[in-house]
Structure formats: C-alpha cells, structure tokens
C-alpha cells in the first residue's frame, strides 16, 4: 500500500522547490562581471531598458580590476551609430571596485570626450563639460562598492546620481550624452575590450 507522506512534511519539500526555483531564476536574471552583478533590465523614468552589454576598466600589468560597467538600452544593438542615435532612455551604469579620488575619476572621463572630438568639437560642448566635469567633482572621493549612473532622458538630457542620490542639474542634449557614450564605445574608447563587451560583441 503506498505511503502518504504527512502533509507538513509535504509542504515543506513544496516550499524548498519553490525557494530553489525562485533563487535560480533570479540568478538567470542578472549577469556577473568584476564580482558585480547587473540586472537584465532596468526601469528608468517608467520605460524598460534592456542589457546591451558588461564590460570593465583593467589595469593588467597590476591585475586591478578599476570597475565594471554597464550599458543599457531600449533595444540591444551590436552597432555604435545605432545606440548614439537610439531614441529614447539610456543608462550606463559604473559599479566602483576601487576607491580613486574625484578629481582622478573626473580626469579619466574628460579624457574619453577629449580621444573622441576634435578640438573644435570639444570648445562647442566645453560649457557642458564643464558642468559634467563640476558634478564628478563634488563626488570627493568615489569609493570601492559605489553605483554612479549616468542616465540619459531625452526631456532632460544626462542626469548623474551616485548610490541613488542624483548630484547636480540635468545636462541638456542628445549631443552631449553621445560624448558621455564615446568615452566608453567611441572610436577611441577608454579600454577596447570593454568597449567590445558594452556593444555585446564579446561575453
């Protein structure tokens, strides 16, 4: 005669299958980069944004692993002109590994709009990146386990919060958020491998 198993017993096995189901799903929903994890999708200002991509910031030579980074978008898509000219929100998200001075961070950021624009480029967008450049200032210190998001609403332009907390006033113009974006996916980005990854091209 078959035995019944008691039914609190049952219910317990129930609850563990359903906890194990529930914790592989929520892994299968993030990916893993630099010891950080990035959410699949993201919801910013009501619209959903997919993951285009993970990359990072390495010093090899030393074995640091800077930070990690992330981009998202309203579509993937593998082609740089495409994302720049995207309609709609963006995020990259950067997750800190390291702790770096402000003005240090701020530098490494210039750099990648001054590799990408020609000098006369640049002096058109100088008076919003000075004030880019005035927001990752106030930062002080970026800390090992900080999020800085770089966001992008095409009523408000790049707006910049560091561990949820937005710093400074919205900086206006698709134009400059495609500078922000050629730091880490132009033609001369900060690391080519994470501009590969960012694109989706490399896992």
Known sequence: MPTCLPFARLLRHS???????????????????YG?????????NQQALQLN???GRSVPVIHMRVFAT????????????????????KRIQIR?????????????LLRGIEKNYSPQAQEALAPRTQAFA????????????????????PEQGLLISINGQ??????????????????FIGDRPAEKE??????????
Request: aromatic fraction near 8%; proline fraction near 3%; include cysteine.
């Open 53 to 55: 991509g993970v990359g």
């Open 96 to 108: 800190m590994n390291y702790g770096v001075a402000g003005k240090e961070f701020k530098k490494a």
């Open 15 to 33: 609850v563990c299958a359903l906890a194990l189901c529930l914790a592989i799903g929520a892994s299968a929903a993030q990916t893993t980069f």
């Open 70 to 89: 992330a981009l998202y978008l309203p579509q993937p898509s593998h082609q740089v002109d495409t994302i720049i000219d995207m309609e709609g929100a």
């Open 134 to 153: 005035a927001i990752i200032d106030s930062f002080g210190k970026v800390k090992s386990g900080d999020v800085i998001n770089l966001d992008f609403l």
């Open 166 to 183: 937005s710093k400074g006033q919205p900086i206006a113009g698709a134009d400059f958020y495609a500078a922000v974006l050629r730091i």
């Open 36 to 44: 950080h994890q990035f959410a699949q999708s993201v919801t910013l």
């Open 194 to 203: 994470m501009k590969e990854r960012l694109l989706g091209l490399k896992k």
